[in-house]
Every structure is written in structure tokens, then in C-alpha cells.
């Protein structure tokens, strides 16, 4: 992977998870780019991206306590990520790998080792965006979503949940991809807005097998995982949606074994306390928004979301040939709460 050091040169203009950034990093996965014209040249983006391999001037933080520790090592018992804070920057430190700094405008990567660099982006569109989004105030949720009659359509990443394979279940029949494994859901004006992330999603062998008929073509997502990156746009998989859609319903989905609980789908509401803890365990980066005291603030957001919109439990059983069914008690499911 090559690495930009920086500068003006080649900086491209995205729409990632409803920012507009500009950057001059060598993205391996599809971001979206903005036309020539859109937004104007006059026209302030939300965020600038850059990495380089030196540290930015005058940073002094190394002494400083960290005011969270990942709670997940390395092989060596330091903690994989650590966040230290100055009066204007954070500092999100990936041990051996990389440090983010983090103004309210503009964020740079130092790469402190170049054997990692594929790390860099992995990193920065999964824990470093949501964190710089949830200091803004916009809960990101651990979640996949689709886009059914022009309403957003999230599936919570639960253990053993299969959120990818419910998500490329729906746009296999057609809907629209919104986002694969992280949602970012903005209040507006009383609604809720879920925000588009990239047109490609990520698929276990079996997955990409089932979905596309192939696998081993597929690069890999990380090189000592065998998850796969599949760019839908490319794949003639399904197409993406790349602007903000009403969130309609969140499901909370559990996979069971069908010779012990059988071959029904059930989807049930869940009360409303229940799914306000769903969505905080099932947030991003929860680990580390409980450790700042955020949670506090994002209570009232969630509890103001399950007044507004549908969170159901999705008791479905394990296996491929299974989906088609599941689809179509969601979408059944959807038409009833639209009526």
C-alpha cells in the first residue's frame, strides 16, 4: 500500500459517513468522490486527512497518562490502543503502528512503522472516524444497513448476529447497500438520519461464496484474516445509496441452530430500556465512550430514538438457504410498520 506523505498534491475530495474530507491518502477501499463541482471550491470540507511519517511539530503527549486503555493486548501485554488528550488535539495511539492526531477540522496519521501501513486506512475508517464522530455528538453504531422504500434498514453487529450476510441478503434482492459495519445515526430536526459509509463490504469465504459464486479472487480486508473485500459497485452485486436516509428500523439479530430451535423466523419489539442498552453495547467504539463519560450524553439520544423508531429482536435460524425466508419476514415486517 503506498502512503502519501502529505502536502497538496493529488488531494481528492470524499463523502464518507456524511463528511466531506479531503486527503491525499492512496484509499484501497472505494470511497465516494465528489465531483469536480461538488462541494464548490469555495466550499469548506468538514475534515482533512493526510499521513506522513514523521509526527506533527510541537506535539508533546508521550509523557502524558493515557485517558483510556484498550482493554485487548498484544502478544507483548500492552494494550493495542491507547487515547491521550492535550487542550486541542487527541491522540488515538495504535501501538507499533500507527498515531492519530485529531483537531476539530483536520486529522494526521503518523506511521511509526511502514510494515504496517495497510493498518492506516483500517484504522482510520473504522475506530479513528468513529471517534471523531462521536466527540461531535453522532452516535456510530457497530451496525450494517440497507435501504428499503427509501428508509434506512440497520442490522446491529451481535455475536454470531450475521448483520453482513442479512444486509447482502436484502441488497441481493435489489435494495440499496447504505453501510457495512458501521453506521453513523445523526439526529435532524427530531428525525433520524442514517449516514451512507463506502460502496464495498466485507464477506467471510463461505459469504462470498454463497452471494457471488467466488472468494479466492477477493483481496483480503486484513493479510492474517480471511475475511474478503467486496467492492458491490464492481462485484454487479447490488448498488450503493450515497446520500443519508430516514432510519426506519433497527434489528437486533440472533442466528440459531435450526435442530434445536427449528426453522421459524420470529421478530419481536423489544422494550424500549432493552434496546437503548442494544444500542450502547452494540455501539462502535463503547469501550472507549464509556471511558470519557460520553455515554451519559448519548443516553437521551437513544432513548429519544426507540420513541421514534422501531428496534426489533431477530430470532432467525443458521444457514445460507435459510435468507430468502428470513428476507421476507423483514420486509413484512417493514410493511407493517409503514402502515
Same mark, same amino acid.
Given at each position: 500500500?503506498?502512503?502519501?506523505?502529505?502536502?497538496?498534491?493529488?488531494?481528492? /475530495?470524499?463523502?464518507? &459517513?456524511?463528511? #466531506?474530507?479531503? +486527503?491525499? !491518502?492512496?484509499? =484501497?477501499?472505494?470511497?465516494?468522490?465528489?465531483? $469536480?463541482?461538488?462541494?464548490?471550491?469555495?466550499?469548506?470540507?468538514?475534515?482533512?486527512?493526510?499521513?506522513?511519517?514523521?509526527?506533527?511539530?510541537?506535539?508533546?503527549?508521550?509523557?502524558?497518562?493515557?485517558?483510556?486503555?484498550?482493554?485487548?493486548?498484544?502478544?507483548?501485554?500492552?494494550?493495542?490502543?491507547?487515547?491521550?488528550?492535550?487542550?486541542?488535539?487527541?491522540?488515538?495511539?495504535?501501538?507499533?503502528?500507527?498515531?492519530?492526531?485529531?483537531?476539530?477540522?483536520?486529522?494526521?496519521?503518523?506511521?511509526?512503522?511502514?510494515?504496517?501501513?495497510?493498518? /492506516?486506512?483500517?484504522? &482510520?475508517?473504522? #475506530?479513528?472516524? +468513529?471517534? !471523531?464522530?462521536? =466527540?461531535?455528538?453522532?452516535?456510530?453504531?457497530? $451496525?450494517?444497513?440497507?435501504?428499503?422504500?427509501?428508509?434506512?434498514?440497520?442490522?446491529?453487529?451481535?455475536?454470531?448476529?450475521?448483520?453482513?450476510?442479512?444486509?447482502?441478503?436484502?441488497?441481493?434482492?435489489?435494495?440499496?447497500?447504505?453501510?457495512?459495519?458501521?453506521?453513523?445515526?445523526?439526529?435532524?430536526?427530531?428525525?433520524?438520519?442514517?449516514?451512507?459509509?463506502?460502496?464495498?463490504?466485507?464477506?467471510?469465504?463461505?459469504?462470498?461464496?454463497?452471494?457471488?459464486?467466488?472468494?479466492?479472487?477477493?483481496?483480503?480486508?486484513?493479510?492474517?484474516?480471511?475475511?474478503?473485500?467486496?467492492?458491490?459497485? #464492481?462485484?454487479?452485486?447490488?448498488?450503493?445509496?450515497?446520500?443519508?436516509?430516514?432510519?426506519?428500523?433497527?434489528?437486533?439479530?440472533?442466528?440459531?441452530?435450526?435442530?434445536?430451535?427449528?426453522?421459524?423466523?420470529?421478530?419481536?419489539?423489544?422494550?424500549?430500556?432493552?434496546?437503548?442498552?442494544?444500542?450502547?453495547?452494540?455501539?462502535?467504539?463503547?469501550?472507549?465512550?464509556?471511558?470519557?463519560?460520553?455515554?451519559?450524553?448519548?443516553?437521551?439520544?437513544?432513548?429519544?430514538?426507540?420513541?421514534?423508531?422501531?428496534?426489533?429482536?431477530?430470532?432467525?435460524?443458521?444457514?445460507?438457504?435459510?435468507?430468502?425466508?428470513?428476507?421476507?419476514?423483514?420486509?413484512?415486517?417493514?410493511?407493517?410498520?409503514?402502515?
Amino acid at each position: 500500500m503506498s502512503v502519501s506523505a502529505g502536502g497538496n498534491a493529488h488531494r481528492t /475530495v470524499f463523502r464518507v &459517513f456524511g463528511l #466531506t474530507m479531503v +486527503s491525499d !491518502f492512496a484509499f =484501497r477501499n472505494p470511497l465516494i468522490r465528489c465531483p $469536480a463541482n461538488q462541494p464548490p471550491a469555495e466550499a469548506k470540507p468538514d475534515l482533512s486527512f493526510t499521513c506522513q511519517d514523521q509526527p506533527p511539530d510541537g506535539m508533546d503527549w508521550l509523557t502524558l497518562p493515557p485517558v483510556y486503555r484498550s482493554p485487548y493486548h498484544t502478544v507483548d501485554g500492552e494494550s493495542i490502543t491507547t487515547l491521550h488528550r492535550l487542550e486541542d488535539c487527541d491522540i488515538l495511539h495504535f501501538t507499533r503502528v500507527a498515531d492519530f492526531y485529531l483537531w476539530p477540522e483536520r486529522i494526521v496519521c503518523h506511521l511509526l512503522d511502514p510494515a504496517y501501513a495497510y493498518m /492506516v486506512e483500517i484504522h &482510520f475508517l473504522g #475506530t479513528v472516524l +468513529s471517534f !471523531f464522530l462521536e =466527540r461531535r455528538g453522532i452516535p456510530m453504531l457497530h $451496525a450494517s444497513a440497507t435501504v428499503v422504500e427509501k428508509r434506512a434498514v440497520a442490522f446491529l453487529s451481535t455475536h454470531q448476529g450475521g448483520k453482513s450476510a442479512l444486509a447482502a441478503g436484502l441488497v441481493q434482492a435489489g435494495y440499496l447497500l447504505l453501510t457495512d459495519d458501521i453506521l453513523p445515526v445523526e439526529p435532524v430536526n427530531g428525525h433520524f438520519l442514517g449516514h451512507p459509509g463506502y460502496p464495498a463490504m466485507r464477506m467471510w469465504p463461505d459469504e462470498a461464496q454463497h452471494f457471488l459464486g467466488r472468494h479466492e479472487d477477493l483481496e483480503k480486508v486484513h493479510p492474517r484474516l480471511e475475511k474478503r473485500r467486496v467492492p458491490i459497485e #464492481t462485484q454487479r452485486f447490488c448498488a450503493f445509496c450515497a446520500e443519508a436516509q430516514p432510519l426506519a428500523c433497527i434489528y437486533v439479530p440472533q442466528r440459531r441452530d435450526p435442530a434445536e430451535w427449528g426453522e421459524a423466523v420470529y421478530i419481536e419489539p423489544l422494550r424500549p430500556m432493552s434496546a437503548v442498552m442494544a444500542l450502547m453495547h452494540d455501539s462502535f467504539i463503547p469501550h472507549i465512550t464509556e471511558a470519557l463519560g460520553w455515554q451519559r450524553a448519548r443516553l437521551p439520544i437513544f432513548a429519544d430514538l426507540v420513541r421514534q423508531i422501531a428496534v426489533r429482536r431477530l430470532l432467525y435460524p443458521s444457514g445460507f438457504h435459510y435468507l430468502p425466508r428470513v428476507r421476507e419476514a423483514i420486509l413484512a415486517d417493514l410493511s407493517a410498520i409503514g402502515s
